[in-house]
């Protein structure tokens, strides 16, 4: 594909002999018993050979539509079959899905379509009173297809379609596109392959214990890395257990259907963890079945992961990754003192880290530094980037994370915080960049920046400084006012800043540059 940037040949030829790259591809994940239940999504009940003879159904319809190996497929659905559906279909022709998330609005997923040069754009109706296919109809791409009721679009349900052969993907194809949390304005596309991705997840679903008996709860949208494949719900269709969807984390949700199918594992972010920990006080469900809760997405506090086992009865692993590849997980066996106040180490034995200083010289033993990685299942660069790489990667391949950690002696890892400036609200990553260039089209904004702000649930929320023109002071926007402007504007609802501050002026570094943390150490 172009604009991927590969392997070395060497490692190329490493990774393969040592076993980490196999010749399986995605769409090779189905492995569970014929009969057995494999997915379970509203009123949906799929067994594997129906969960296989719908994705292969499917492929051949996006075949008649067009769709052809090498094609990229912005896909944005809920937590549904069809979203599974979909993205079986599609990287089983060899089409590569980019997956949005659903709240994602018309700034991301415009970008999305242009840079990815996408064929076709797969989405529900409507959410929350937002319809997604009057945004398809400005968007630059030549097929729309809406699981549900589609209009003048195509119809997930039509792509229905007696199965044909295709060429089977070449597992060096690009199987993915993922989103990076943004850090620098809109997110970056991180091109996964199949053998580093279907590594990614079976290595992942092999450290947690997964097996046929798993009945695995996707309370994070779908398209998140950790929910699809760190082990997520690839992880669990190649251990042949059963994936449960629920439409949202909320207890209200979730908790019956613990109870009702009986659920034994979940992935989920912090708040979602700290909202079940005080629901679980007064629900009457039952959730005597869960056996793991792995938290991830933003580090969960010490005296919080320590409460997991009392109040939720089940064990709790802390997993720190990134969708760019390398992931950390506390074993199942270490013990409660590695698992509340460490956020693991790495998935596989082929994984490269430093720890280095601004200088980029390793730092002593227990010291804190920003992390760099390679390895079988990081990538090598974003997709069609070549000036970000050019910065993101050290001239040998390590990637720079921007995370700050230190390493204890046993390999795992605390996390220290950031150097990049992003906010991790809740597990969703919030460019700090891209909301204030938003702001700064504003009329009555004559400059923006956008800090961090510490929070027990959400890790962090999002705080607008914001100087106003002359003309706006005497009767300056409100936050609710913002909002409905960011809205409008298309920009993703999770991005919305959490609070506003007014100042005259701010403050600056020596060489002229805002001082956000000065701005932070306003507010605390």
């Given at each position: 594909m172009d604009g991927f940037t590969p392997w070395p040949a060497e490692l190329e030829e490493r990774y393969k002999a040592e076993g980490y790259w196999t010749d399986r591809v995605l769409g090779d994940v189905l492995r569970g018993d014929p009969g057995r239940t494999a997915l379970i999504a509203g009123d949906d009940r799929l067994t594997y050979v129906d969960l296989d003879r719908r994705a292969e159904r499917t492929a051949a319809g996006f075949l008649r539509l067009g769709v052809r190996r090498g094609d990229r497929v912005v896909v944005q659905l809920p937590n549904t079959a069809g979203f599974v559906v979909a993205f079986l279909a599609l990287v089983?022709?060899?089409?590569?899905?980019?997956?949005?998330?659903?709240?994602?609005?018309?700034?991301?997923?415009?970008?999305?379509?242009?840079?990815?040069?996408?064929?076709?754009?797969?989405?529900?109706?409507?959410?929350?009173?937002?319809?997604?296919?009057?945004?398809?109809?400005?968007?630059?791409?030549?097929?729309?297809?809406?699981?549900?009721?589609?209009?003048?679009?195509?119809?997930?349900?039509?792509?229905?379609a007696e199965p044909v052969e295709y060429p089977?993907?070449?597992?060096?194809?690009?199987?993915?596109?993922?989103?990076?949390?943004?850090t620098t304005g809109l997110p970056k596309l991180i091109p996964r392959t199949?053998?580093?991705?279907?590594?990614?997840?079976?290595?992942?679903?092999?450290?947690?214990?997964?097996?046929?008996?798993?009945?695995?709860l996707v309370v994070l949208p779908a398209a998140h890395n950790f929910a699809l494949a760190c082990p997520g719900l690839l992880g669990v269709f190649a251990a042949g257990g059963t994936v449960v969807l629920a439409p949202s984390g909320?207890?209200?949700?979730?908790?019956?259907?613990?109870?009702?199918?009986?659920?034994?594992?979940?992935?989920?972010?912090?708040?979602?963890?700290?909202?079940?920990?005080?629901a679980a006080t007064w629900s009457e469900d039952d959730l005597s079945s869960?056996?793991?809760?792995?938290?991830?997405g933003a580090k969960l506090a010490a005296e919080r992961a320590a409460e997991v086992p009392g109040v939720l009865g089940c064990r709790v692993q802390q997993v720190f990754g990134m969708a760019e590849g390398l992931l950390n997980f506390t074993r199942l066996d270490d013990p409660p003192d590695l698992v509340e106040r460490t956020q693991g180490r790495p998935l596989?034995?082929?994984?490269?880290?430093?720890?280095?200083?601004?200088?980029?010289?390793?730092?002593?033993?227990?010291?804190?530094?920003?992390?760099?990685?390679?390895?079988?299942?990081?990538?090598?660069?974003?997709?069609?980037?070549?000036?970000?790489?050019?910065?993101?990667?050290?001239?040998?391949?390590?990637?720079?994370?921007?995370d700050l950690v230190r390493e204890l002696p046993s390999g795992h890892l605390v996390v220290e915080g950031r150097e990049k400036d992003q906010i991790n609200r809740g597990g969703d990553k919030v460019s700090a960049e891209e909301l204030?260039?938003?702001?700064?089209?504003?009329?009555?904004?004559?400059?923006?920046?956008?800090?961090?702000?510490?929070?027990?649930?959400?890790?962090?929320?999002?705080?607008?400084?914001?100087?106003?023109?002359?003309?706006?002071?005497?009767?300056?926007?409100?936050?609710?006012?913002?909002?409905?402007?960011?809205?409008?504007?298309?920009?993703?609802?999770?991005?919305?800043?959490?609070?506003?501050?007014?100042?005259?002026?701010?403050?600056?570094?020596?060489?002229?540059?805002?001082?956000?943390k000065a701005l932070a150490a306003r507010l605390q």
């Amino acid at each position: 594909m172009d604009g991927f940037t590969p392997w070395p040949a060497e490692l190329e030829e490493r990774y393969k002999a040592e076993g980490y790259w196999t010749d399986r591809v995605l769409g090779d994940v189905l492995r569970g018993d014929p009969g057995r239940t494999a997915l379970i999504a509203g009123d949906d009940r799929l067994t594997y050979v129906d969960l296989d003879r719908r994705a292969e159904r499917t492929a051949a319809g996006f075949l008649r539509l067009g769709v052809r190996r090498g094609d990229r497929v912005v896909v944005q659905l809920p937590n549904t079959a069809g979203f599974v559906v979909a993205f079986l279909a599609l990287v089983r022709i060899g089409a590569a899905p980019v997956l949005a998330l659903p709240a994602h609005r018309e700034s991301e997923i415009r970008y999305l379509c242009e840079l990815a040069e996408a064929s076709a754009y797969v989405c529900g109706e409507t959410d929350a009173g937002f319809d997604y296919r009057a945004m398809a109809r400005t968007l630059p791409v030549e097929h729309v297809v809406v699981d549900g009721d589609a209009q003048e679009f195509t119809a997930l349900a039509d792509l229905d379609a007696e199965p044909v052969e295709y060429p089977r993907p070449d597992p060096a194809d690009v199987g993915v596109l993922l989103l990076s949390g943004g850090t620098t304005g809109l997110p970056k596309l991180i091109p996964r392959t199949h053998r580093d991705y279907v590594y990614n997840l079976e290595a992942s679903a092999g450290l947690c214990g997964f097996t046929r008996d798993t009945v695995y709860l996707v309370v994070l949208p779908a398209a998140h890395n950790f929910a699809l494949a760190c082990p997520g719900l690839l992880g669990v269709f190649a251990a042949g257990g059963t994936v449960v969807l629920a439409p949202s984390g909320s207890p209200d949700d979730a908790f019956p259907l613990i109870e009702r199918e009986r659920v034994t594992a979940c992935a989920a972010v912090p708040p979602i963890a700290l909202l079940w920990l005080d629901a679980a006080t007064w629900s009457e469900d039952d959730l005597s079945s869960l056996e793991l809760l792995q938290v991830g997405g933003a580090k969960l506090a010490a005296e919080r992961a320590a409460e997991v086992p009392g109040v939720l009865g089940c064990r709790v692993q802390q997993v720190f990754g990134m969708a760019e590849g390398l992931l950390n997980f506390t074993r199942l066996d270490d013990p409660p003192d590695l698992v509340e106040r460490t956020q693991g180490r790495p998935l596989s034995p082929a994984d490269e880290i430093r720890i280095v200083d601004a200088g980029g010289r390793t730092v002593a033993p227990g010291e804190v530094g920003e992390l760099l990685t390679r390895g079988p299942y990081t990538l090598r660069g974003y997709y069609r980037a070549p000036a970000h790489n050019a910065r993101a990667f050290t001239p040998d391949g390590y990637y720079r994370t921007g995370d700050l950690v230190r390493e204890l002696p046993s390999g795992h890892l605390v996390v220290e915080g950031r150097e990049k400036d992003q906010i991790n609200r809740g597990g969703d990553k919030v460019s700090a960049e891209e909301l204030e260039d938003h702001l700064l089209a504003h009329p009555a904004i004559h400059d923006a920046a956008v800090v961090g702000v510490p929070d027990p649930m959400m890790g962090e929320r999002t705080c607008a400084f914001l100087i106003l023109r002359d003309a706006a002071k005497a009767a300056p926007p409100s936050l609710r006012d913002i909002k409905d402007f960011l809205r409008d504007r298309g920009l993703a609802a999770y991005k919305w800043p959490d609070r506003l501050e007014t100042a005259d002026a701010f403050p600056r570094t020596p060489v002229g540059k805002v001082s956000k943390k000065a701005l932070a150490a306003r507010l605390q």
